[in-house]
Structures are given as structure tokens and as C-alpha cells.
């Protein structure tokens, strides 16, 4: 089996397209009035943020290389490096990402990591930029564990999910509305990603996919964009700031903190660390179920549709 295999870091080279992509949607909505909004202390935020998750790469990425490649010395399969290699690796890199996503919205612990991502009230190209200072802290690299013991080489897998990444680059747009029903149906597209940024209450905890729109299908997860409530974005709780430490480091905080109060049990504790996002011992807060329910006690019509069981 071999150890030195090489790709191209695809997310690098995708750069000069991520750049020409912003000035054209920048360009688009302030032409046409429509598609979205650009506002400058926001967008520089999510610059920022994309700038340190390279720079967290940088400096950390030996951790969860040197875990997988640890792996790969002990697994005694091999799958290639043909195209159909890659492809399967492409898609099961997907699977892998659906569920590393999905527990980051339901786990507090991994969720620190990818709140900064929905910090945006905006919703753009450079909000796909906005992205995790963190993302080692959170262990999710035991997710890709799975597929290097198959016998998926360490750097087909990085490699794969940087393709992803890229992937989901273009679909943070409003300047898109639908695309063919056909290409709805199994890809993951700027209406249903959308649909994922929204903090309505039916929105909450949807559409986590990655490219394949068909794993939220598949485990129950997809909420269509509704036109008659359209995504307002944002967090529950919106912290209302553009300075990036504390865009990425405020959940964290607020973890340590909520662990740190007097008279709790070791559970309550852990609890406020891995239970879902909006957990307090005392019931003071609310979860995205607490929430949905508060909204269909005031709207008993919404019950059924999409997002609340429908």
C-alpha cells in the first residue's frame, strides 16, 4: 500500500473561482436590485473567518493526518486510486458529511465549532467563506475513520472532501432560485441549502447534505424552501457582531460557562457540552423540538407541513 500519495489541495486551487464568483454576485445584485445583500462589515467577517479555517489547517491539519494515516498502516484493504475509486470515495465522503454536519446541529460540543458559519444574517457567496476556527476540537475526524479502513487512502479522502467544500461554495446564493425539478430532486442546490441557513421554525434542523440532496431524503431530514415562508437567516439567537473572535470562539465560551455553574450534577455539566444546542437543566431554554412546538401551539394550521412533520 503505498503512504506517500499526493492531490492537489482542490480548495486552493478553487480560490481564483471562489473570488470571480463573489464579483459577479456582488455585481448581479447591485445591477438587478434583487438576489441578496452585500454588507460590507458582514462580508469582511466571513472573509476573516474563511482566512483563519486556512490558517487552523495550516497549523493543526498534522493531528487528523497523522491519525488517518495511523489507520491506513493497519487496515490491510486497498481500494486504488482508479476513477471509480474516487467516485465511491466521493460519494461515501458525502454520507460521511451529512452525518458530521447533522451532529453539528444537534451535539453543543460540535455545534461551537459550526454556529460560526450560520452567524450571517446575510446570505451570500462569502457566507460560504464563513467557516470554523475550531473544527479539529471537535474529534469529528473520527467520522472519516470509517473510510480509510476501508481502504481509501488518507489523501483521496481530504481529497474528496475538499471537492465537497467546493461543491458547496456556489449554492450560498439567493440570486438563484430553483433549478430543474430533476436536479432538485438529487443534488443539493441554493433553494434547499437556504432552507438549511433558515432560523424559522420550520426550518430548523434540515437539509444537511452536502452534495447529495438524497441523504436528507433518505434519513428524514429534507424540508423543501417554502415560497409563502421564505428563510429569514440567521441564528435563534443572533449575537450581533462582526468581530471574528468572537463570531468563532462565543459558543465555546458559553459552553464553559454554562458547565461552570454551581450545583449542577456531572450530567447536567456534560449535558450542557454534548446534549442538543438550546439544553438548560432548569428548562429555561429551548431546543430547535422546543421551539417548533411553541410555534405550532400558536399555528395548530402549520401541523403536517413541511418542517413539522410533514
Known amino acids: ?102 451532529f453539528g446541529h444537534r451535539v453543543r460540543w460540535v455545534w461551537a465549532s459550526h454556529v460560526n458559519h450560520h452567524s450571517s444574517q446575510h446570505y451570500n457567496l462569502t457566507t460560504a467563506l464563513r467557516q470554523t476556527w475550531t473544527g479539529t476540537f471537535t474529534f469529528m475526524m473520527v467520522v472519516k475513520a470509517p473510510m480509510v479502513l476501508l481502504g481509501f487512502h488518507p489523501a483521496l479522502v481530504l481529497f474528496c472532501g475538499g471537492l465537497n467544500l467546493i461543491y458547496q461554495f456556489w449554492i450560498h446564493t439567493e440570486a438563484i432560485d430553483r433549478l430543474p425539478r430533476w436536479f432538485e430532486a438529487v443534488m443539493n442546490t441554493p433553494s434547499h441549502h437556504r432552507a438549511h441557513h433558515g432560523r424559522n421554525p420550520r426550518y430548523l434542523d434540515c437539509n444537511y447534505a452536502g452534495v447529495f440532496i438524497i441523504w436528507d431524503k433518505l434519513f428524514g431530514t429534507f424540508v423543501p424552501e417554502q415560497d409563502h415562508d421564505r428563510p429569514d437567516f440567521g441564528l435563534v439567537h443572533n449575537i450581533a457582531t462582526f468581530n471574528p473572535l468572537r463570531v468563532a470562539f462565543h459558543e465555546w465560551a458559553g459552553i464553559f460557562k454554562d458547565m461552570a455553574q454551581p450545583g449542577l450534577t456531572w450530567k447536567q455539566r456534560l449535558l450542557y457540552a454534548f446534549a442538543p444546542p438550546g439544553y438548560s437543566h432548569d428548562g429555561s431554554r429551548e431546543t430547535s423540538a422546543g421551539i417548533k412546538a411553541a410555534h405550532l401551539k400558536r399555528h395548530p394550521e402549520d401541523t403536517g407541513t413541511p418542517g413539522f412533520g410533514g
Open 1 to 102: 500500500m503505498s503512504g506517500d500519495l499526493t492531490y492537489p489541495d482542490a480548495t486552493q486551487l478553487a480560490v481564483p473561482f471562489f473570488i470571480a464568483a463573489i464579483l459577479a454576485e456582488f455585481l448581479w445584485i447591485a445591477l438587478r436590485k434583487r438576489g441578496g445583500r452585500y454588507e460590507t462589515r458582514d462580508a469582511v467577517t466571513s472573509l476573516i473567518m474563511g482566512a483563519g479555517s486556512v490558517a487552523e489547517g495550516l497549523l493543526l491539519g498534522f493531528i487528523a493526518w497523522g491519525f488517518l494515516m495511523t489507520l491506513w498502516q493497519i487496515t490491510p484493504l486497498d481500494m486504488g486510486t482508479s476513477l471509480w475509486a474516487v467516485a465511491a470515495c466521493f460519494v461515501l465522503d458525502d454520507l460521511r458529511y451529512y452525518w458530521v454536519h447533522r
